[in-house]
C-alpha cells in the first residue's frame, strides 16, 4: 500500500507517494491528513531528502541535518501542504551571526496575509507539541512572504 501527497512549491502541484512499510497497524486513513507523527512514521529518510530536494539545494541539507531530524522537517512539510494546501516557496536555516550556531528553520509560505499567517503558525506550534514533538517545535518557524514583504 502507498500513501499519495501532494507538495504545493513555487512550481505547480507535485504527487509523491511514500511507501506504507512505516505506516502503524492502527493508523486509519483519517489519521494521515491530520497528524504530523502518522506521516512522519510513514517515512523514511531517503523520502524524506526526496521531498525536502524540492525546497532546499544539497549544500544546506548538510547544515539543516545536524540541525533537526530530516523526516521530522519532512513530515512538517508534508502535513502543511495537504492540510492547508498552502505555497511554500522555500526552506532555509537560520545562524547566528557571531557564533554561526543555527538557530531556526524557515519554512516560507506564499499567498498568506497576516491573519492566516497568525492562524497557521500558531496551529502548527500547538499541533506539534500535542503530538509529542516540542522539541521541534522551537526549531521550526512559518515565514509569510506577503506578510513581511519579502518576495
Given at each position: 500500500?502507498?500513501?499519495?501527497?501532494?507538495?504545493?512549491?513555487?512550481?505547480?502541484?507535485?504527487?509523491?507517494?511514500?511507501?506504507?512499510?512505516?505506516?502503524?497497524?492502527?493508523?486509519?486513513?483519517?489519521?494521515?491528513?491530520?497528524?504530523?507523527?502518522?506521516?512522519?512514521?510513514?517515512?523514511?529518510?531517503?523520502?524524506?531528502?526526496?521531498?525536502?530536494?524540492?525546497?532546499?539545494?544539497?549544500?544546506?541539507v548538510n547544515s539543516i541535518s545536524n540541525f533537526i531530524d530530516l523526516r521530522s522537517l519532512a513530515s512538517i512539510v508534508l502535513w502543511l501542504?495537504?492540510?492547508?494546501?498552502?505555497?511554500?516557496?522555500?526552506?532555509?536555516?537560520?545562524?547566528?551571526?557571531?557564533?554561526?550556531?543555527?538557530?531556526?528553520?524557515?519554512?516560507?509560505?506564499?499567498?498568506?496575509?497576516?491573519?492566516?499567517?497568525?492562524?497557521?503558525?500558531?496551529?502548527?506550534?500547538?499541533?506539534?507539541?500535542?503530538?509529542?514533538?516540542?522539541?521541534?517545535?522551537?526549531?521550526?518557524?512559518?515565514?509569510?512572504?506577503?506578510?513581511?514583504?519579502?518576495?
Amino acid at each position: 500500500m502507498t500513501e499519495n501527497f501532494t507538495i504545493y512549491s513555487n512550481l505547480e502541484p507535485t504527487q509523491i507517494s511514500i511507501s506504507s512499510k512505516y505506516i502503524p497497524v492502527t493508523t486509519t486513513a483519517e489519521t494521515y491528513s491530520n497528524s504530523i507523527r502518522s506521516i512522519f512514521n510513514m517515512i523514511d529518510k531517503k523520502e524524506a531528502l526526496e521531498i525536502l530536494k524540492t525546497y532546499i539545494d544539497e549544500d544546506c541539507v548538510n547544515s539543516i541535518s545536524n540541525f533537526i531530524d530530516l523526516r521530522s522537517l519532512a513530515s512538517i512539510v508534508l502535513w502543511l501542504s495537504n492540510t492547508f494546501q498552502i505555497n511554500i516557496s522555500s526552506i532555509s536555516i537560520t545562524e547566528d551571526v557571531e557564533s554561526s550556531q543555527p538557530l531556526f528553520i524557515e519554512i516560507r509560505i506564499n499567498n498568506c496575509d497576516w491573519e492566516k499567517w497568525k492562524y497557521l503558525a500558531k496551529y502548527t506550534k500547538d499541533t506539534l507539541n500535542r503530538e509529542g514533538l516540542g522539541d521541534i517545535a522551537g526549531k521550526v518557524v512559518l515565514v509569510c512572504n506577503q506578510a513581511m514583504q519579502i518576495s
